[in-house]
């Protein structure tokens, strides 16, 4: 076989045909012949390169240049400079619009630069179906590190120091509850992780699970040799199936390299772990009720105490904690207390997770500093409103937290300044509203959500939350009276001081919330019979100006029911007794004549 | 067996072995109902009233908490379902940038409430407190396709594609 | 090792289906003599009996992770349920297809949510040697133009990208 030392490449796509590829390879053809060439040089014509708007396209290799817009008169050129004198003919190359170093960093982007990824670290860049590239990245080391370096007590006394506190809502210290659980008397302990994220608009923990499923497995080993127990579950809602699909390779793959099962790197500690799927009750986030469905029966909560550290699972002692407080502990345990206790605030240690959705225009999940503002997250994070549309408020922490008004929007994120604010950490949601949303219907909307995900075990949540759903569905419906402001006030207090478990106690957050801050919302629907923010459509009264209509005729033919009526070129009229207010012929209206009220 | 006395159909034979191996494999685990369950729906795509009763006797669990579980859990359904299930998300993203009036369109074009199922079995309508894909909110998923970034008046066309 | 995804020629992917066990997996399948590479090989099967195994086993992944950053062009699909929702598997058949097509080498592997979820689908592109590159909201039209411009010819598709990672 013949060597060359050469390969000119001409594209023979159909677009760099036409724009004289074949000239341009024949011209090569007669000029290698001119140089005696023809023996060294081989001519090859390549299929399209997609890079049409740039042919012809030529590529001389070993060299690989890339020359675009090439023309048969360029080719003598390219062929004595490149091919006899291997020098690079500059102005055919193509220039690439950027550089490597044009393009920002991600820390560079505003959606980055506030974050700080301590959960998500490996979320996003390793694949979450190979051990061994979360294992290249460190994956494991703190297992290792626990398992022969540390005592359980030293386990406990490390994450006791790191100030990590629950991140499924509640906030208890998890160095605490480990340590209760490692009290209990009982051989037998069991290990939980609640992967039932139900709030709507959070989802967190399934991009844990689905991005770096091992950072959670290896946290709850690290955690069972703490507390000192030998099987583990982790219950996940039915409806991630990717999240379970990932976490069932991880687990295999895990247990193949004898990172979990029997006698784990020849420590003598033992860790088996189970899934368990969910069956789509929201309730099951609650502690008992989800030990309750694990053991097989409807999972509604009970009363504590005995609370699971004392009696859980099966009766034994247990401890639970959710994805992302799991997903925390192996860097706590590798980077020491210190370090993660440097984030932060004085009662908030670390950073949290949120999902950034409504109408914000960078939606998505970011992780801060505890301590961050609102301010930061909505407007440097999350890019601030869709639209020019006024900002009125976040609702954080879904169906169990509280509405966050304007005026306070430079309140610090940590589990204690939310709490005075009348919202809650929760889960991480974290709704952005404008002003078109409308409070009273977001609060009818979180406790229509909770009535119908109650159990129906204690009466304060099963009756309350229907009554005061009753209550905020008439009153959006415009057939409110004075009172009914009281009665929820009354309502709420009683359900969140009596009810039996969390979803309860939580429950009337969003009404009181809202009530707390945006009181004259609801009194204008009461009183004035409005809605301010044009969101309740039985509130809504649609008129024609009769100064701006011109009488085209657009909103008469558009409107469904046959409302409007009217000559041609002479103001139009809606008839309130049929109008139904779906909105469409103010839709339609091209001279803004019909007033929405 | 069939009650009307009729030879069974291969299918519901082979329906049977599955049940049967679905019990073996979850003989003797503790907390092994709801899986039982899961699969059970996943065989027959609904939970049929002789199945739940199978299921009481071979676990050994009472009918009355079989039924009970049953009809907590709001994956599990005692009735046929549609060929398509369409799923109407109104989690609170999709709440505050319209997810109610897609629902209502749906409502229209099906002509059905929601969990209703069309008398030709096509369709049934559920909704959902979120899907989890806030970011194209509002949200509808027909099967396992999500549409995202709706308005009503995209409907139409994306529901005609579903037989 | 476990890995079980393509098993045959078909590579599946549950989608994120509700409640509905029964239709919660999706195929679709890859091209013949598809350019898919999964990583099996990296680390020999072995059961880790002791902590200078896994320290053993760490190194070597480490190791052959960078060695493979170094020889191959890798691209990235964002796959978490927000990616999938947002059409991140029919770009990557749309990687496959292209890839095959042009006969490129190239390894295809997958992760999960970054959490831009406005920006899915997403699709990193690294080079040997060069830095880790992100584009955003990719169709699968777009994918030609990834596939020439960057993989095949290290060209930056600028009005895709979205940002790069600092470490490699």
């Not at chain 1, 991880?250 to 003598?268: C, F």
Request: proline residues 5%.
């Amino acid at each position: 076989m013949q060597l060359v030392r050469a390969h000119v490449l001409v594209c023979g796509g159909t677009s760099c045909t036409s724009s004289g590829s074949k000239q341009v390879q024949e011209v090569f053809q007669k000029e290698l012949e001119k140089h005696k060439l023809e023996q060294e040089v081989k001519i090859v014509e390549t299929g399209c390169h997609g890079f049409c708007e740039m042919g012809p396209l030529v590529i001389i290799y070993p060299e690989g240049t890339f020359y675009v817009r090439v023309t048969p008169e360029d080719v003598p050129e390219l062929v004595e400079e490149h091919l006899l004198k291997g020098r690079i003919v500059n102005r055919l190359l193509y220039k690439a619009p950027v550089t490597e170093e044009q393009i920002p960093t991600y820390k560079e982007i505003a959606f980055y630069r506030k974050q700080l990824r301590v959960a998500l670290r490996n979320c996003g860049s390793i694949n979450p179906e190979n051990i061994q590239e979360y294992i290249a990245r460190g994956g494991y080391e703190g297992l290792e590190k626990v398992l022969f370096e540390m005592s359980p007590e030293d386990v406990i006394a490390e994450v006791k120091r790191s100030g990590l506190r629950g991140r499924g809502g509640g906030g208890f210290p998890t160095g605490l509850k480990w340590e209760f659980c490692r009290r209990s008397p009982g051989d037998l302990k069991y290990l939980i992780c609640n992967a039932d994220e139900g709030d709507p608009g959070a989802f967190m923990d399934r991009s844990v699970l689905e991005g770096d499923p091992h950072s959670v497995i290896e946290g709850m080993t690290i955690a069972a040799y703490g507390i000192g127990c030998r099987e583990g579950y982790i219950y996940v809602r039915a409806e991630y199936p990717l999240a379970i699909k990932r976490l069932k390779i991880a687990i295999a793959q895990a247990e193949e390299l004898g990172l979990l099962g029997e006698n784990i790197l020849g420590s003598g500690f033992s860790f088996d772990l189970h899934i368990k799927e969910g069956a789509g009750a929201f309730v099951c986030g609650e502690e008992t009720a989800l030990m309750a469905s694990i053991e097989g029966r409807r999972g509604m909560p009970r009363v504590r105490p005995p609370f699971p550290a004392q009696r859980g699972l099966w009766d034994k002692p247990s401890n639970i904690n959710n994805v992302e407080t799991y997903a925390n502990v192996s860097v706590i345990i590798l980077r020491g207390a210190d370090w993660f206790a440097g984030m932060g605030t004085e009662k908030s240690k670390g950073t949290k997770v949120f999902a950034l959705t409504g109408k914000i225009n960078n939606t998505g999940l970011v992780e801060v500093p505890m301590g961050i503002t609102l301010r930061e997250i909505i407007f440097e994070i999350g890019g601030g409103i869709v639209g020019d549309k006024q900002f009125k408020g976040v609702q954080i922490g879904g169906p169990s937290g509280g509405c966050i008004p304007v005026e306070l929007i430079d309140t610090p994120i940590d589990y204690e300044s939310l709490i005075a604010a009348g919202a809650m950490m929760g889960s991480g949601g974290l709704v952005v509203m404008d002003e078109t949303t409308c409070m009273v219907d977001l609060a009818r909307f979180f406790l229509n959500f909770t009535q119908s995900e109650s159990c129906g075990k204690c009466t304060p949540c099963r009756e309350g939350t229907k009554r005061m759903l009753e209550i905020l569905t008439r009153i959006c419906e415009g057939k409110g009276v004075p009172e009914d402001i009281d009665t929820l006030e009354r309502l709420g207090r009683v359900i969140k001081g009596t009810a039996l478990c969390g979803l309860g106690n939580t429950a009337p957050n969003p009404v009181l919330s809202t009530l707390r801050y945006f009181r004259h919302e609801y009194e204008a629907h009461i009183m004035d019979k409005r809605c301010p923010a044009h969101a309740c459509s039985a509130l809504l009264v649609f008129t024609i100006d009769e100064e701006k209509c011109i009488g085209c005729g657009r909103c008469l033919k558009a409107c469904p029911v046959g409302a409007i009526s009217g000559a041609k070129k002479e103001p139009h009229k809606i008839d309130p007794e049929k109008c139904i207010k779906c909105g469409t012929c103010f839709e339609k209206c091209r001279q803004n004549a019909i007033l929405r009220l | 067996m069939c009650e009307c006395g009729c030879t069974q159909p291969a299918e519901d034979v082979q329906k049977e072995r599955e049940l049967e191996t679905l019990f073996e494999s979850w003989r003797g685990v503790k907390g092994s109902l709801i899986p039982i369950l899961q699969g059970a729906q996943a065989i027959y795509g609904y939970l049929p009233r002789e199945v739940l009763l199978q299921i009481a006797r071979e676990t050994g669990i009472p009918p009355s908490r079989v039924f009970g579980v049953a009809t907590f859990y709001a994956q599990f359904h005692l009735s046929p379902r549609g060929r398509n299930i369409v799923r109407v998300c109104l989690g609170t993203a999709c709440h505050v940038r319209g997810g109610a009036r897609i629902f209502e369109r749906v409502q229209q074009e099906l002509e059905i409430g929601n969990n209703e199922t069309t008398p030709d079995l096509r369709f049934t309508l559920e909704t959902v407190a979120c899907l989890g894909c806030c970011g194209l909110s509002p949200v509808i998923m027909v099967n396992d396709d999500t549409h995202g970034r709706l308005a009503p008046d995209k409907l139409k066309d994306i529901l005609v594609n579903y037989q | 090792m476990y890995f079980p995804q393509n098993e045959g020629k078909e590579v599946k992917t549950p989608g994120f289906g509700v409640r509905s066990q029964k239709n919660s997996s999706q195929t679709w399948s890859i091209p013949e003599n598809s350019v898919l590479i999964e990583d099996k090989t990296l680390v020999a099967d072995v059961t880790l009996k002791s902590r200078e195994d896994l320290k053993q086993l760490r190194e070597k992944a480490k190791e052959l992770v960078a060695a493979r950053e170094t020889g191959r062009t890798k691209v990235i699909v964002g796959m978490g349920t927000c990616g999938i929702a947002a059409g991140a598997r029919e770009v990557m058949a749309a990687i496959l297809e292209e890839l095959n097509r042009r006969n490129v080498q190239a390894t295809v592997t997958q992760t999960g949510c970054i959490g831009m979820c406005e920006k899915e689908p997403l699709v990193d592109v690294q080079r040997p040697g060069e830095k880790r590159i992100t584009y955003g909201n990719v169709k699968p039209s777009d994918v030609p133009r990834i596939i020439t411009g960057h993989v095949l010819h290290g060209h930056i598709v600028e009005d895709l990208v979205v940002a790069r990672f600092e470490e490699i």
